[in-house]
């Protein structure tokens, strides 16, 4: 059980900086997931925490310890990676065994109970004898895992692990891992993953990386509802969040905006007369968008596209001078000719502000009052 503080993180390969400075307090126990777009430096920032690269500014806790200069077998961490590296001539216990056995001193009984105890947990006690060739991706994957926790880390190091496996394979994995949190209660695990619902289902926080720092770190629903910035608004949730250039037309105890090419939209958000005339961002999530035949709906354009996904379809409608088209997720199935004029519409509250720099209007407002 051990809780990390970073403070001011840096990692640079020669004169190129990668992390510029990362600054996060992790609690023991606490699930925290990494996402963001590829080359954003989740991996570097997971090696960096493990002690596989030096850190070249900050530091780093682990408990109440400095770790900066400890290697990371003294650092307590263990790390599984998204390709499983299996020695292949060992059986599933040899490959589980294998770190304890290079401990030197650590009893052949010890190594027995905490193998069989791995493989209780994950669900793999009838695959001990086995080669790992004789095992679907799936469960190498957990032998993978088994293998991190007989090492009984303080802290556990996820980069993208599921992502070898095939959809099916990788709901029942995530399932197993989040179970696996729960059953070594006070376990730090970080997270690294491309997937939305990996992050929103398995994470107490997740972490939005961008180029090197945090945009964002909260509960899923929270960064869901209340993302700070433009960035983290696109990045979580899919289709993405639909985002119009807009001008404030009134500001005051509610907000005025003037979306371009769509009809003007009154918003329940507080904001300063001073910002009256600014150019800003209006967003609006795909799945708040409903079909109207309201006169004054807001969004009305052509059909361009529709896709039918089973449970949902999406519906791509050109309004305005927007660059993207606009998209809603409907229920069920909508059947909907390219080319016939719609109307959408959504209630004031679901919609986002965010200034011409990209940062939520709410704050803004926080900050000012
Ligand atoms: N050993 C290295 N030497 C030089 N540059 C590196 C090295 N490792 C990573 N980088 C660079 O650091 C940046 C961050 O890479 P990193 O692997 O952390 O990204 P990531 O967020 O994990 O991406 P992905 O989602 O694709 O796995 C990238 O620009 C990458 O090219
Ligand atoms: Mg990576």
Do not use: W
């Given at each position: 059980?051990?809780?990390?503080?970073?403070?001011?993180?840096?990692?640079?390969?020669?004169?190129?900086?990668?992390?510029?400075?990362?600054?996060?307090?992790?609690?023991?126990?606490?699930?925290?997931?990494?996402?963001?777009?590829?080359?954003?430096?989740?991996?570097?920032?997971?090696?960096?925490?493990?002690?596989?690269?030096?850190?070249?500014?900050?530091?780093?806790?682990?408990?109440?310890?400095?770790?900066?200069?400890?290697?990371?077998?003294?650092?307590?961490?263990?790390?599984?990676?998204?390709?499983?590296?299996?020695?292949?001539?060992?059986?599933?216990?040899?490959?589980?065994?294998?770190?304890?056995?290079?401990?030197?001193?650590?009893?052949?009984?010890?190594?027995?109970?905490?193998?069989?105890?791995?493989?209780?947990?994950?669900?793999?006690?009838?695959?001990?004898?086995?080669?790992?060739?004789?095992?679907?991706?799936?469960?190498?994957?957990?032998?993978?895992?088994?293998?991190?926790?007989?090492?009984?880390?303080?802290?556990?190091?996820?980069?993208?692990?599921?992502?070898?496996?095939?959809?099916a394979l990788r709901v029942q994995t995530r399932i197993e891992i989040a179970r696996l949190h729960e059953k070594?209660?006070?376990?730090?695990?970080?997270?690294?993953?491309?997937?939305?619902?990996?992050?929103?289902?398995?994470?107490?926080?997740?972490?939005?990386?961008?180029?090197?720092?945090?945009?964002?770190?909260?509960?899923?629903?929270?960064?869901?509802?209340?993302?700070?910035?433009?960035?983290?608004?696109?990045?979580?949730?899919?289709?993405?969040?639909?985002?119009?250039?807009?001008?404030?037309?009134?500001?005051?105890?509610?907000?005025?905006?003037?979306?371009?090419?769509?009809?003007?939209?009154?918003?329940?958000?507080?904001?300063?007369?001073?910002?009256?005339?600014?150019?800003?961002?209006?967003?609006?999530?795909?799945?708040?968008?409903?079909?109207?035949?309201?006169?004054?709906?807001?969004?009305?354009?052509?059909?361009?596209?529709?896709?039918?996904?089973?449970?949902?379809?999406?519906?791509?409608?050109?309004?305005?001078?927007?660059?993207?088209?606009?998209?809603?997720?409907?229920?069920?199935?909508?059947?909907?000719?390219?080319?016939?004029?719609?109307?959408?519409?959504?209630?004031?509250?679901?919609?986002?502000?965010?200034?011409?720099?990209?940062?939520?209007?709410?704050?803004?407002?926080?900050?000012?009052?």
């Amino acid at each position: 059980m051990a809780s990390l503080k970073l403070s001011q993180i840096k990692k640079a390969y020669g004169s190129v900086e990668v992390l510029h400075g990362i600054d996060l307090d992790i609690r023991a126990g606490e699930f925290v997931v990494f996402v963001g777009p590829s080359g954003c430096g989740k991996s570097t920032l997971l090696r960096v925490i493990a002690g596989l690269e030096d850190i070249t500014g900050g530091t780093l806790e682990i408990g109440d310890q400095v770790v900066n200069a400890l290697t990371p077998k003294q650092r307590g961490i263990a790390m599984v990676f998204q390709s499983y590296a299996l020695y292949p001539h060992m059986t599933v216990f040899q490959n589980m065994a294998f770190g304890l056995t290079l401990e030197k001193g650590t009893p052949t009984s010890e190594i027995d109970r905490r193998v069989k105890e791995a493989a209780r947990i994950l669900q793999i006690e009838p695959y001990l004898d086995r080669l790992p060739k004789a095992l679907s991706g799936g469960q190498r994957q957990r032998v993978a895992i088994g293998r991190a926790i007989t090492r009984d880390p303080q802290v556990f190091l996820f980069d993208e692990p599921l992502s070898n496996l095939d959809a099916a394979l990788r709901v029942q994995t995530r399932i197993e891992i989040a179970r696996l949190h729960e059953k070594m209660a006070g376990t730090t695990m970080i997270y690294v993953t491309h997937d939305q619902v990996e992050a929103m289902t398995l994470a107490d926080r997740i972490v939005v990386l961008n180029k090197g720092h945090v945009e964002q770190v909260g509960a899923p629903m929270d960064l869901y509802n209340a993302p700070d910035n433009l960035f983290v608004a696109k990045f979580l949730g899919s289709p993405s969040m639909n985002i119009l250039p807009a001008t404030i037309e009134r500001a005051g105890a509610t907000t005025r905006v003037l979306p371009d090419g769509a009809s003007a939209v009154d918003l329940p958000i507080a904001t300063p007369h001073s910002i009256a005339g600014s150019p800003a961002h209006l967003g609006v999530r795909p799945e708040d968008l409903s079909l109207t035949d309201a006169p004054d709906a807001p969004f009305r354009g052509e059909v361009a596209l529709t896709e039918s996904l089973g449970e949902v379809t999406l519906i791509y409608v050109d309004i305005g001078r927007a660059d993207e088209p606009f998209v809603a997720k409907l229920p069920g199935e909508v059947k909907i000719a390219r080319g016939t004029h719609v109307a959408l519409a959504t209630k004031p509250q679901a919609m986002r502000l965010f200034d011409e720099a990209g940062q939520a209007i709410r704050l803004a407002m926080r900050r000012a009052a």
